[in-house]
């Protein structure tokens, strides 16, 4: 019998979170793009972008190795359910403030701190949950790919409705409607039937627990070396999410639309990466992808800041955006398949970390960069280091092979 194209969504539980999933994500991405324009609009300040993006994303960086240990010991399912209710009322207050005009940009920090501190938590559940939501072990990997696929299929549409609403009707009615959708994440959360959940780590200090999750991360070198290298691409090659309003009002001389249309071409880039990830029948040759993906987000960085041409820019977005989901999405897929059970929430977590902690530390410098040398400048400088990573990794590649061959072959998806 042949095996399906997506075998991950003949799981039913599966189905109701990718459709959930699918919509919630939609209103985030408007929330995202509205909250930068905001932003901007109040303050006209690079670095102020930076801080607004640092405070989103710094608890993930500091309490997400806690998070993991959390995730590991009890329900996920739990957890995201709390998250989620969260989560919807720190967008409905965003809303409130914004509806009412009294909104200032010291409230939306104040929410972007909140939200960052539900992200440390919902991040490392959501990326443990998937493998309780697929009934065969074989079909872990394709999940993970349609997640990735999912997220940034929602980063193609979210910006792009955005852009629109917000040059029509104001940012508050995206901050409004991305409320209003995370009862669609709960609701899909809801109708789950879930096993029990059975706690498979001993309980002990929190602390050493955290330890234990990073001296098995790090004393692994193909763990370490792929938990760097998203470090460093966080850290550089995300930098342009704050950075293209900038260039999209300074450079290319438009406005909402224009970059709605910016973050929408980097969403195709990215959804046509995650559908060419959800598509592939084996993770053999991850590790090309993931030595190569920032090479392609930094030439992809390289070009766009040198366009001032829109049609060419969003060519390049394309290139952002492919990038990025090859490296995000390519390293997901690697760490989720070879990882312990018992410690899949403390990697998760530190991935997490790598990930989304990294981010905020790159907002910051990024907005200072920009405010210094200009957007242009800094954008060019995180290509040149993305391209390095890729480098860099390249040539560890060979060694990380021979260490990974036993375990897959311990895990069957080699065979000698």
């Not at 010991?73 to 914004?98: E, H, K």
């Not at 508050?172 to 209003?180: E, R, S």
């Amino acid at each position: 019998m042949k095996k399906p194209l997506l075998p991950a969504l003949r799981s039913k539980n599966f189905q109701l979170f990718f459709a959930g999933q699918g919509i919630s994500l939609i209103g985030t991405w408007m929330t995202q793009l509205a909250t930068i324009w905001l932003v901007y609009d109040l303050t006209n300040s690079p670095l102020m972008l930076g801080v607004v993006g640092f405070s989103s994303q710094i608890p993930s960086f500091f309490l997400a190795p806690f998070g993991g240990v959390f995730v590991d010991r009890f329900s996920r399912y739990r957890t995201l359910i709390s998250t989620q209710v969260l989560a919807m009322i720190q967008s409905l207050t965003l809303a409130a403030l914004a509806l009412t005009g009294v909104i200032e940009v010291w409230h939306i920090i104040a929410l972007s701190l909140f939200q960052g501190f539900i992200n440390a938590l919902d991040a490392p559940a959501r990326q443990a949950f998937v493998p309780e939501l697929v009934e065969r072990r074989e079909d872990l990997a394709n999940a993970i790919a349609i997640n990735s696929t999912m997220f940034n299929g929602a980063r193609l549409i979210g910006p792009a409705i955005g852009g629109l609403l917000i040059a029509r009707v104001g940012t508050a009615y995206c901050f409004l409607i991305d409320g209003l959708s995370y009862i669609a994440v709960i609701a899909a959360l809801l109708a789950m039937k879930v096993k029990p959940w059975k706690n498979l780590v001993p309980d002990g200090n929190p602390l050493q627990k955290v330890k234990e999750g990073f001296v098995y991360a790090f004393s692994f070198p193909p763990i370490r070396s792929v938990l760097l290298l998203s470090a460093l691409v966080s850290l550089m090659g995300l930098q342009n999410t704050i950075l293209v309003p900038v260039i999209a009002e300074q450079v290319l001389k438009g406005g909402a639309e224009t970059l709605g249309f910016l973050m929408a071409a980097s969403g195709v880039g990215a959804l046509t990466g995650g559908i060419y990830l959800a598509t592939r029948q084996t993770i053999l040759g991850i590790g090309n992808l993931i030595a190569l993906a920032p090479a392609i987000l930094g030439m992809g960085l390289i070009a766009f800041s040198l366009s001032r041409f829109l049609p060419l820019s969003l060519f390049t977005m394309l290139f952002v955006g492919l990038g990025t989901i090859l490296q995000i999405a390519a390293s997901n897929t690697f760490l989720q398949t070879i990882v312990e059970d018992d410690k899949r929430g403390r990697l998760m977590s530190l991935y997490t970390m790598s990930f989304l902690g990294m981010i905020p530390v790159g907002n910051l410098l990024g907005g200072f960069l920009a405010s210094h040398i200009g957007a242009t400048n800094t954008l060019i400088i995180d290509g040149i280091v993305c391209i390095l990573g890729s480098i860099i990794f390249s040539r560890q590649l060979p060694a990380l092979r021979r260490i990974m061959r036993p375990i897959y072959e311990q895990k069957g998806i080699i065979t000698t």
